[in-house]
């Protein structure tokens, strides 16, 4: 069974030919997270348009899940604050 070897010399080719294979390989890794980078920031940005329009087209719900958000976040801060001072 042959081993799977992601780095040394194959079949008896020079350094050289071993560094330029796994520059290669570097280059498709490279290549492949710019690819995924920009997969995400496509997601994120259609994310964010869906929440821009929602927002403006029912201001007063996203006010009260804005003010309600706060008021939870603060009554736990205030909760810790007191447990500290203790």
């Known amino acids: ?3 799977n070897q992601t ?9 050289q030919e071993t560094k ?4 290669a390989k ?3 890794a490279g290549e492949s997270m710019r690819d995924r980078a920009e997969q995400a920031r496509g997601w ?3 994310k964010m348009d869906g929440l ?5 087209s029912q201001p007063y719900r996203a006010t009260a899940w804005a ?13 810790l604050i007191r447990s500290g001072r203790r």
Do not use: D
């Open 1 to 3: 069974m042959p081993e």
């Open 7 to 15: 780095s040394g010399p194959h079949n008896g080719e020079s350094a």
């Open 20 to 23: 330029e294979r796994l520059r």
């Open 26 to 28: 570097a280059a498709a």
């Open 44 to 46: 994120a940005r259609s």
């Open 52 to 56: 821009q329009s929602r927002v403006e």
């Open 67 to 79: 003010l309600g958000i706060g008021v939870v976040a603060g009554v736990l801060l205030a909760g």
